[in-house]
Structure formats: structure tokens, C-alpha cells
């Protein structure tokens, strides 16, 4: 007994042993492999960086920092009541971009941009958006695309797909940190928020693109047509209900002196430092039928973008139209006019710095008569007058790193109607509710590394 035991026991422990150095053998050899790209990077690049070269990978992170102080801001009770909130100083991160790009292929490039935005924002602040992005921010996709030339070096024909924004308006397809007034003019929200229910204005789907360049390399035309399904609100934002139609945009923009790109690329910008002269005019429309929001939704305008002797001129006007039906098979239909005007210079200093005083004003009108009001509510769209006006001045240490102190001022109007009827901006903050907007100084810093 007293034998067999002790062969169990030496067994149990031959094995173990066994279990043991086998686990030591595994574990080395792992050990070893993690290790030996580290050994193998001393004497030549690693495979990632390998990786980054041949695919031309390129990462940028973009801040923009406010300090304001804002006033006048009034908060409208149950009663109807507008009680005033105190002026106060506000310090937020407005926003941040964090990109990657990168070219696989000669004819194939991508770009993935996530966003972080508001985080510190006071809605109370008078300064617009959203409501603060909390104690524990929260990250989303902004851009995420990939981008097809169909010919090598021509600019002719371009495929787009992915989640982008859709080409109409020029303010929405300036990134907002090459914006050159303090905020974006607010009117591109109102066109944004009408063809896609959301304020970033994005949606999945394809699009078409490219640029012609006419003899004399003066003359040129850059063309856009996007299919894209915006969800709206059906279905928790998931759906835009058991009617379904695309959003179509297009857009064609004549050029004459310099082109805005020398090839084609989705996105626009305003201050070329002097580098371009030349004249854009921009025609655009967009159109989608039934969702069970609407029965047509429409958007059509032009847009403008003047650049000589240092001076820059841009703007734009948009007609946006809504329609639909009532439970009783009436028609319903409303309207508004979205759109700014803006004017910047640029002043060259010394130790290569660059002053830019800015004048901006941009404006929505809706329906102001109260059976307007009540259509433009019915089908979810904006009723009532929203305008602001921001002046002031960018110093420019680079193109892409600048200080900016404005006054923006701030104005609305509910007609007929009462400011718990009209849907604006200027009576709507979100995590607040009903408002009467105020005015505000603003301190920012952008910079884009």
C-alpha cells in the first residue's frame, strides 16, 4: 500500500514537473516572439512604421478653446415667464478633431475624423450648441470616408462613400476650426438640421465629384451629387419611419482666376493668405421625398467666395422648403431663408504674424404669422427670426494656429406667435429648453497639429 502510494505520488510529481517546464518552454518561446520585433526594429524599421510610409498614414489633432462672457441670456419659465440668468465668465473645449488619413493606393485615399466637443459648456453661457459633454466626454465620428479616383492624375471623375457631410452650403463644408469668424455662421446649422434632422449634418451614402479646368487654366467647374439616407427621428433616430425616400444633392461651382483646389477633395475653406485670386459662384439644391416626417423636403441656393489683394468676400442664401399632409388630408407646407454674408482681411505683421479683422452676419427666417407657426411645427420644421452678428480679429501665428477676440450679438423674433410656439435657435438651448438667447465676448484659441 504504502508502494503504490508513493508511485502515485512520484507520478503526480514527474508530471507536474513535466506540466511545469513545458509552460516555462511556452511561455519563453512567447516571450521570445513578443521581444523580437523590438530586437529586430535596432537595425531596421518596424513593421508599423513600414506600414505608415507605404500607405502615406497621417494623424492630426485639431483644438479650439473659448473663454467667454455672456449676458443677457433669459430662461422662460412654465408660466412664460422670462427670467434672466446672471452673466457669467465660460471656459470650454469647443471642439477637437482627432484625423487619419492616408493613400493605399496612387488612386485611393481615406479619411476617419472623430470628434470631442462642449466639454465645459455652460448652456446658460449664451454661446450656442449643445449641452455640456460632461464630467466623462464622449467621443464620436465625425468623417469617415474613402475616396476613389477613377483616372490617375485627372481630376475629372471622383467616387466618395462613406458618412459625410452633404456638399450643399458652403459654411457647412468649412471645417469649423478654419472658420474665420469666432463661431460658425449659424444660419449652416438650420440648413444642415432641415435635410438631416442632426446638427453635424451627416449622413451615409455615395457621391460623385471631380473638377474641369478650361484652357488658360482659368476657368474652372467643380461638381458634386451625393445619395444619402439622413434617418432623422423615425424609430429612436434609427429609421426614417415606414415611408422612405434618399436625400439627392448636387452641386456646381464655376470659378474663374485661380481654382479654389488644385484637385478635388470634399471640404471648402475661405482665407487663402493671399495665394488665390480668383471669383467662385455655386449653384446647389437638394431634394427628398416622403419619410413620415414630411411628404417633400427641399433646399435650394447659391453661395459665393471672392479672394484678391488679401480681402475675402464669401457667403450664401438658401431657400428651405417643407411639405406634408394632416391626419384629415390637408396640405401643409412652410418655408424659410437660411444665409450670411462675411468680410476678412489680412494684415501681414512682423515675425510673420497675420491680423485678420472679421465682420459676420448671418440670419434664419421662417414663418412668422401664427398659422405659419402651426404648419412649420406640424412638420417639424423652424418658424420665427434668429440673426447674430460677430466682429472682431484673428491673429494668425500659421495658417492653422490662431487667437481670435469677438463680440458676437445676438437677436430673435417670434411674430405672431409666443417663444413656446417658435422653433429657433435663439429660443431653444438644448439641456435647458426654452430661452431667450443673449450675447457674449469670446477669447479662443484654434490650433491643428
Not at 503526480?12 to 513545458?22: E, G, S
Not at 493671399?274 to 437638394?286: D, E, F, P, S, Y
Not at 475675402?312 to 431657400?319: M, P, Q, T, V
Amino acid at each position: 500500500m504504502i508502494f503504490r502510494n508513493s508511485m502515485h505520488f512520484a507520478f503526480r510529481f514527474c508530471f507536474f514537473a513535466r506540466t511545469q517546464v513545458q509552460w516555462r518552454l511556452m511561455l519563453a518561446g512567447l516571450l521570445a516572439l513578443l521581444l523580437s520585433p523590438a530586437v529586430k526594429a535596432q537595425s531596421q524599421p518596424s513593421t508599423l512604421s513600414e506600414v505608415v510610409d507605404k500607405y502615406k498614414i497621417k494623424a492630426s489633432v485639431g483644438l479650439q478653446l473659448w473663454s467667454t462672457y455672456g449676458y443677457g441670456m433669459e430662461v422662460i419659465n412654465e408660466d412664460g415667464q422670462a427670467i434672466p440668468a446672471e452673466a457669467r465668465f465660460n471656459a470650454q473645449l469647443r471642439r477637437s478633431r482627432f484625423s487619419l488619413k492616408g493613400n493605399p493606393y496612387s488612386t485611393l485615399s481615406f479619411k476617419v475624423t472623430a470628434a470631442l466637443d462642449l466639454v465645459g459648456h455652460d448652456v446658460l453661457s449664451s454661446t450656442e450648441a449643445g449641452g455640456n459633454n460632461g464630467s466623462s466626454p464622449i467621443f464620436r465620428i465625425w468623417n469617415a470616408f474613402v475616396q476613389w479616383q477613377a483616372k490617375p492624375k485627372n481630376d475629372r471623375l471622383y467616387l466618395v462613400g462613406g458618412y459625410f457631410v452633404s456638399p450643399i452650403g458652403r459654411e457647412s463644408n468649412v471645417a469649423a476650426l478654419a472658420s474665420t469668424s469666432f463661431e460658425k455662421a449659424w444660419s449652416q446649422n438650420y440648413l444642415r438640421r432641415h435635410l438631416t434632422g442632426i446638427g453635424p449634418g451627416r449622413a451615409m451614402g455615395l457621391m460623385v465629384a471631380g473638377q474641369l479646368h478650361g484652357e488658360g487654366n482659368q476657368r474652372h467647374l467643380t461638381y458634386e451629387l451625393a445619395l444619402q439616407n439622413p434617418l432623422f427621428t423615425g424609430l429612436a433616430g434609427n429609421s426614417s419611419g415606414l415611408a422612405s425616400s434618399p436625400l439627392l444633392t448636387t452641386r456646381f461651382a464655376f470659378q474663374l482666376g485661380d481654382p479654389e483646389q488644385k484637385s478635388y477633395k470634399p471640404g471648402k475653406k475661405v482665407n487663402y493668405f493671399g495665394q488665390r485670386k480668383g471669383i467662385t459662384l455655386g449653384l446647389a439644391a437638394a431634394r427628398q421625398g416622403s419619410t413620415d416626417l414630411f411628404k417633400h423636403n427641399t433646399a435650394y441656393g447659391l453661395d459665393w467666395l471672392a479672394n484678391t489683394n488679401n480681402w475675402h468676400l464669401d457667403g450664401e442664401l438658401y431657400h428651405l422648403k417643407r411639405s406634408g399632409r394632416e391626419s384629415d388630408n390637408r396640405e401643409l407646407e412652410t418655408a424659410g431663408y437660411s444665409g450670411y454674408l462675411r468680410l476678412g482681411h489680412n494684415i501681414a505683421l512682423p515675425r510673420s504674424l497675420s491680423l485678420e479683422p472679421v465682420v459676420s452676419y448671418w440670419f434664419y427666417r421662417g414663418a412668422t404669422d401664427l398659422s405659419g407657426i402651426e404648419s412649420a411645427n406640424q412638420l417639424g420644421a423652424f418658424s420665427g427670426a434668429d440673426s447674430g452678428l460677430d466682429i472682431g480679429a484673428n491673429l494668425y501665428f500659421n495658417p492653422t494656429t490662431k487667437l481670435s477676440l469677438f463680440f458676437a450679438l445676438r437677436r430673435g423674433d417670434s411674430g405672431e406667435g409666443s417663444p413656446e410656439l417658435v422653433n429657433n435657435n435663439y429660443f431653444r438651448q438644448p439641456g435647458v429648453g426654452l430661452v431667450e438667447r443673449g450675447s457674449y465676448v469670446g477669447l479662443g484659441w484654434v490650433g491643428v497639429f
